[in-house]
């Protein structure tokens, strides 16, 4: 399945509200080491001097502050109103996280990673990973989730889980697994399965 002394790499996705953190966290307390696409990225983003001054290029010098960290919040805004600047900085961002992943994959020496991103397919980083775990739930369960921990409507809600229902449409089936976390099938015993399954298959291929 993967390269010698190399990991076996799960791709754990999903849209807002689904739970893949908790995948993510369930996994993480086993022993496997979790790279958090979003917390990199930020982390990227403030200690890449190349990054900020592409983004100082693209989106205006105000996107980064005097003290050099970058102005999330005036950032968002311009590209959300831009589809072409978004595409660009997302360009620039997901191939530093692809080349960041290398290196993390390449010191790791336990027998599973996992890398979380809600947009594993449009970053390019299905192909890093060996096997897709899909975390999945009703969408009124995953709107009551969504609300519950953040600013949003259940309007706005709505409209990103439609709007992310592509990314999933994409993801290679020969290699993906749904995880469903609707707070009534068991969790824990899937995971465990999923997990036991792939470390065996590896050991014996």
């Given at each position: 399945m993967c390269q010698p002394n190399r990991p076996i790499v799960i791709g754990v996705t999903g849209g807002i509200g689904a739970g893949k953190s908790v995948v993510c966290r369930?996994?993480?307390?086993?022993g496997i080491p979790l790279y958090d696409c979003d917390s990199r990225a930020r982390r990227i983003m403030e200690i890449?001097?190349?990054i900020r001054s592409a983004l100082r290029h693209l989106a205006g010098k105000e996107a980064?502050?005097?003290?050099?960290?970058?102005?999330?919040?005036?950032l968002a805004s311009v590209i959300f109103n831009?589809?072409?600047?978004?595409?660009e900085v997302?360009?620039?961002v997901h191939k530093a996280v692809r080349t960041d992943i290398e290196a993390w994959?390449?010191?790791?020496r336990a027998p599973v990673a996992i890398i979380e991103s809600a947009i594993l397919h449009s970053s390019g980083?299905?192909?890093?990973?060996?096997e897709i775990w899909l975390v999945s739930a009703p969408p009124e369960l995953r709107t009551a989730r969504a609300a519950a921990r953040s600013n949003l409507s259940e309007e706005q809600i709505s409209c990103r889980i439609s709007a992310q229902q592509?990314?999933?449409d994409n993801l290679d089936s020969s290699r993906l697994h749904i995880i469903l976390n609707d707070g009534m099938t068991p969790l824990l015993p899937r995971i465990d399965n999923l997990l036991h399954t792939l470390i065996n298959h590896n050991n014996n291929a």
């Open positions: 369930v996994c993480a307390l086993r890449s001097g190349e980064i502050m005097p003290d050099g960290s970058v102005n999330r919040p005036l831009d589809p072409v600047l978004r595409r997302n360009t620039l994959i390449d010191q790791m980083l299905d192909n890093m990973v060996d592509g990314e999933f």
